[in-house]
């Protein structure tokens, strides 16, 4: 750029073919001198902002690098902490439904153990099932009649509903408890009937649904035979 200037500034200077005194009084005056060195300053001046040019932009894009990686830092912090809140927040949910059921099965606990009446219809109950299966299994169905009873009103029965209704409180554990009569009433009829093969499948529905409720309620290791 210096280069440039200079070579304009000469231009300004007559040139050395002029034969008049006056133009050689012109060459030699202050004149053209003042021109160049106002020349050179200008261009000095220029090169200086031309070269200052590129820091300003290589401090601009440190700042801004700085600036989005600063930032960055401070999105993954806080997305972190969202997180760390959250999974805070599960682990309360999760340790108060802990303590819920832990509460549950202490109370549940203690109403079996004061309930030996109850448990034992339902023992009753383990050893009935299990004599009507053999029965059914050897094709016997007069002998599991006679456990049995022909209707599903007997008192037997009566005694086994009033212990369901005793340790039962969830809606699925009353689901199970339908679920059982529905098949009890299925296998009576089908005994009654001699239908060995709806014999069969309402005894494994009805073991099904009480082994199922027995397991839900906890009583499941309370009783023998299961």
């Known amino acids: 750029m210096a280069t440039v200037c200079l070579s304009n500034s000469k231009s300004l200077i007559p040139s050395s073919t002029?034969?008049?005194?006056?133009?050689?009084?012109?060459?030699?005056?202050?004149?053209?001198?003042?021109?160049?060195?106002?020349?050179?300053?200008?261009?000095?001046?220029?090169?200086?902002?031309?070269?200052?040019s590129p820091i300003i932009s290589k401090r601009s894009l440190s700042i801004s690098v700085a600036s989005?990686?600063?930032?960055?830092?401070?999105?993954?912090?806080?997305?972190?902490?969202n997180a760390a809140i959250l999974e805070a927040d599960e682990d309360d949910e999760l340790m108060e439904k802990v303590k819920k059921d832990r509460k549950k099965r202490l109370e549940r606990q203690v109403i079996i153990s004061s309930s030996s009446k109850e448990k034992g219809y339902l023992q009753d109950l383990v050893y009935k099932l299990s004599k009507v299966g053999q029965a059914i299994e050897n094709s016997d169905l007069s002998a599991a009649i006679s456990v049995l009873g022909q209707s599903t009103d007997a008192v037997w029965v009566q005694k086994v509903n009033s212990a369901f209704n005793k340790f039962s409180g969830s809606d699925e554990e009353k689901t199970e408890i339908d679920s059982f009569n529905s098949s009890l009433s299925?296998?009576?009829?089908s005994v009654t009937k001699n239908d060995i093969e709806g014999s069969k499948t309402a005894f494994l529905a009805s073991a099904s649904a009480f082994e199922k409720w027995t397991t839900l309620t906890g009583l499941i290791e309370e009783l023998k035979g299961l």
């Open 68 to 81: 989005t990686l600063l930032f960055s830092l401070t999105s993954n912090g806080f997305f972190q902490a």
């Open 18 to 52: 002029s034969s008049t005194s006056s133009s050689s009084s012109f060459s030699t005056s202050i004149v053209p001198k003042t021109i160049v060195r106002k020349e050179l300053i200008v261009c000095k001046a220029e090169n200086n902002v031309t070269s200052f």
């Open 186 to 189: 299925s296998l009576v009829s």
